[in-house]
């Protein structure tokens, strides 16, 4: 911190980088396998094939929205080894590059540069680039390991329904399980999200008040 540019001087450790990096991608990509399970669920039908891939796959792009409000944490690094340092040294009287005491002059006796305060972090174009790679990243390994965790859970059910020769039903695993796999006896394999709700097109409320409001919808009879 004593030598260099002001360039150098306004770096934060590539250690601390590496860390806040790491931690917005393992988030990101825990976010989108979610997203990505819940759209091959929400999209129906058993085993993805191409087209069921490539709409989960969109999907959960579209879902990596959510994840914008993550941008200032990809600055996190210099927000705290440069930006929170140098304000408590100019509050200190101290210059905000090396910390030593300026005493008002305007030009640091130690390291030569201005003793001026550090401008307040905000948002750049920086933290938006970092944020997208890592986005980038995450959607490319989220989306992998959700097909390869949907796929291994089909082939369980699969083996499951073997097993028992009948007709077998069970729910998606977790974070899917709002969707449930059925196998019939001629071994047709299906998967529906919520199939406990779904709408009886000819029932209507006894309650005229009640039909005039619109309601139409109850629980599957089964
Ligand atoms: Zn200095």
Redesign the pocket.
């Known amino acids: 911190m ?1 030598s260099g540019t002001d360039a150098d001087d306004l770096r934060a450790p590539q250690g601390a980088n590496t860390v806040a990096f790491a931690a917005l991608f393992a988030l990101s990509s825990a976010f989108l396998f979610a997203a990505y399970c819940m759209a091959r669920a929400l999209a129906g039908g058993f085993g993805g094939d191409a087209g069921t891939i490539a709409t989960c796959v969109a999907s959960a792009a579209a879902a990596s929205i959510f994840l914008w409000w993550l941008v200032p944490f990809a600055d996190f690094a210099e927000i705290f080894w440069v930006h929170l340092p140098a304000d408590r040294r100019a509050r200190e009287g ?7 005491p ?1 005493e008002s002059r305007a030009t ?6 201005t ?1 001026e305060p550090l401008a307040a972090w905000t948002l750049t174009a920086r933290p938006v680039r970092r944020l997208a790679r890592i986005l980038v990243a995450a959607l490319f390994v989220g989306c992998i390991a959700g097909e390869a965790w949907c796929r291994l859970d089909e082939s369980r059910f699969a083996d499951e329904h073997a097993a028992v020769r009948a007709p077998y039903s069970r729910a998606r695993a977790f974070p899917a399980s709002f969707a449930r796999m059925s196998a019939d006896e001629r071994g047709v394999f299906t998967s529906e999200a919520w199939p406990d709700f779904r709408r009886e097109r000819g029932w209507q409320p006894a309650d005229p008040a009640q039909r005039k409001r619109g309601w139409g919808w109850r629980d599957r009879a089964e």
């Open positions: 004593e101290q210059c905000p590059h090396c910390g030593y300026h640091c006796t130690e390291c030569g540069r003793t």
